[in-house]
């Protein structure tokens, strides 16, 4: 997972209006991604971060840049300029991957830059074309690509609907997200997850016009989290709080709780179950090296803390 629970490896589309705050979104996860810290309490895999903003300007990107952070970050990369989907794309990013080969996540800001409309094929086969391409990329090189998208003018209750376009664009990325405005001059939006890989989720976001971040108001997803309907996770919670600390994989943490809970499934709980456990003082966070995913769990204790009172925290990602 590129953001826990949220984004996964594969494409994904983010849809909203024009001028709702997309872009202010979309510029914040690259950042958040890029340094290796949380979305809305959700723990990121920190890596390289490539942002085609095809809409701005350099200049207009370095003031944004500097409206969300002070930090010179590194691991992240801005171009203005790409060539289509059709027209040498794929060998720009892949380009870029090769030299990169720590980076885990695309955004590309907007779909509609970097169409070609072909006259040689109907709309939905148009569709699918375009992002079955770069759903291969994203695939192929395990990494996240989001496409920044419109929404049809017309309201709809299902999210898969509102993206402008056919089926063909929907039904081949693996998660859709929608950023929806109730009002069109209010700071408050829906920001609706769903996808193959993820549970569905609605969250109440709210603009902050000073510091242009989407802060987190509410989860107000039909079926929120829940912890005592879960015996893996109280499990798990058990199992730290007497352990104290766990590094490993999902098949050893198993082995060691001796559940039979498959390691997928066990790997999906924890990712899905993080808010939980850091209110039961367990902190969870993995790391990936080659094809190796290592598991750390580890629990504080109110003791934690002791002797600490007066000292800085200045621990870095």
Same mark, same amino acid.
């Given at each position: 997972m590129i953001v826990a629970g949220l984004i996964p490896q594969g494409l994904h589309i983010l849809g909203g209006a024009p001028k709702v705050g997309k872009s202010w979104l979309t510029l914040w996860l690259c950042i958040q991604v890029a340094r290796g810290k949380s979305v809305w309490e959700l723990s990121t895999e920190q890596g390289i971060?490539?942002?085609?903003?095809?809409?701005d300007s350099f200049c207009r990107i370095q003031n944004r840049l500097w409206d969300l952070?002070?930090?010179?970050?590194?691991?992240i990369h801005f171009s203005v300029m790409a060539d289509t989907i059709t027209g040498g794309l794929v060998k720009q990013?892949?380009?870029?991957?090769?030299?990169?080969?720590?980076?885990?996540?695309?955004?590309?800001?907007t779909l509609q830059r970097v169409r070609n409309v072909s006259g040689d094929l109907n709309a939905?086969?148009?569709?699918?074309?375009?992002?079955? $391409? &770069? %759903?291969?990329v994203s695939d192929r090189h395990r990494i996240a690509i989001l496409l920044v998208h419109h929404l049809r003018k017309q309201g709809d209750d299902d999210p898969l609907n509102m993206i402008s376009g056919t089926t063909g664009l929907t039904g081949?990325?693996?998660?859709?997200? $929608? &950023? %929806?405005?109730?009002?069109?001059?209010?700071?408050?939006?829906?920001?609706?997850a769903t996808g193959r890989d993820i549970e569905q989720h609605e969250y109440t976001l709210e603009f902050d016009r000073d510091t242009h971040l989407w802060n987190f108001i509410s989860d107000d997803s039909d079926e929120p989290f829940s912890l005592s309907a879960d015996k893996t996770i109280l499990d798990v919670i058990e199992f730290i709080r007497g352990e104290e600390i766990f590094i490993g994989s999902a098949s050893e943490l198993a082995e060691e709780m001796k559940t039979n809970t498959l390691p997928n499934i066990l790997s999906k709980k924890l990712v899905q179950y993080q808010r939980e456990l850091a209110d039961a003082g367990i902190v969870y966070s993995f790391s990936r090296s080659g094809q190796k995913r290592e598991?750390?769990?580890?629990?504080?204790?109110?003791?934690?803390?002791?002797?600490?009172d007066g000292k800085n925290d200045n621990g870095s990602v």
């Open positions: 971060v490539l942002y085609l903003s095809l809409e952070t002070d930090e010179v970050i590194p691991n990013i892949e380009d870029f991957l090769f030299e990169h080969p720590d980076t885990n996540f695309i955004a590309i800001d939905y086969a148009n569709d699918y074309r375009d992002v079955n $391409v &770069l %759903k291969t081949a990325v693996d998660s859709i997200y $929608v &950023l %929806k405005k109730e009002k069109r001059t209010g700071r408050t939006a829906k920001f609706i598991i750390s769990l580890f629990y504080e204790s109110d003791d934690s803390n002791d002797g600490n």
